[in-house]
């Protein structure tokens, strides 16, 4: 499977982003998806996560409130709409599929199985 993000870019603090992740040669409808994030020099940082049902979704503190995550089956699609965003918030995000069918979410990046190559977000004050 080959998961790519888009949707990344430059934006105003206080603005709005959406990141899209799509995927190809597998389908995602019964698979947890999360979302992470990464500046330099740091650890991989959990974002959100979505049950493969798409009923129940996780978020770090850090973001609740403002991000909202996403899947469309039908369009073998993981969203994640970013709003009231940060100068904290700048980070290179990726997309991850974790193989497993037991219909929970994951908040560790090691619950993971693939990943997508990166999108970068930056956040101007």
């Known amino acids: 499977v080959q998961l790519v993000e888009h949707g990344g870019g430059l934006v105003q603090a206080g603005g709005s982003l959406s990141l899209t992740c799509a995927a190809s040669?597998?389908?995602?409808?019964?698979?947890?998806m999360g979302w992470f994030r990464q500046t330099p020099g740091k650890a991989r940082e959990f974002v959100a996560a979505?049950?493969?049902?798409?009923?129940?979704?996780l978020y770090a503190d850090s973001v609740k409130g403002r991000f909202i995550v996403s899947r469309d089956d039908a369009k073998n699609t993981v969203s994640l709409q970013m709003s009231s965003l940060k100068p904290d918030d700048a980070a290179f995000y990726y997309c991850?599929?974790?193989?497993?069918?037991?219909?929970?979410?994951?908040?560790?990046?090691?619950?993971?199985?693939?990943w997508g190559q990166g999108m970068e977000v930056t956040v101007s004050a």
């Open positions: 040669g597998h389908p995602l409808g019964h698979y947890a």
């Open positions: 991850a599929v974790r193989w497993g069918t037991d219909g929970y979410y994951y908040e560790g990046d090691y619950e993971y199985d693939d």
């Open positions: 979505i049950t493969w049902s798409g009923k129940a979704t």
